[in-house]
């Protein structure tokens, strides 16, 4: 199996920061590409932001100019910086990794169980 652990989360004021963390163990052969999403109450989730293997990454509008998403290989852990955050930015916020297990299998998306991120004065 492979497990997919988020820490990080917790309740900043606006305009703070704070970094998420999400690392991937088990059976992995490749660890592909990685991603944050969020989902609100009462909202669909949504993507935040993604990276690949290679380094690309990807944002959400909303967050463009004050979220970073980098990986660290050796780790098999994606991060989520989060400076200047808004009380929109509220969500419990999912790490995805698609991961091929073995090298004769296909890929698979796994998802962690989230972390609260509460942004509130």
């Known amino acids: 199996q492979v497990q997919l652990v988020e820490s990080g989360g917790g309740l900043v004021q606006p305009g703070g920061s704070l970094r998420l963390s999400c690392a991937a163990s088990?059976?992995?052969?490749?660890?592909?590409?990685m991603g944050w999403y969020r989902q609100a109450p009462g909202k669909q989730r949504e993507l935040v932001a993604a990276i690949t293997s290679d380094g690309i990454t990807n944002y959400a509008d909303s967050v463009k100019g004050r979220f970073t998403i980098s990986r660290d290989k050796d780790k098999n852990t994606v991060y989520l910086q989060m400076n200047s955050l808004k009380p929109e930015d509220t969500a419990a916020y999912y790490c995805n990794a698609n991961v091929r297990r073995y090298y004769y299998t296909s890929n698979t998306l796994y998802w962690g169980q989230g972390t609260q991120v509460t942004v509130s004065s």
């Open positions: 088990g059976s992995i052969f490749k660890l592909n590409a």
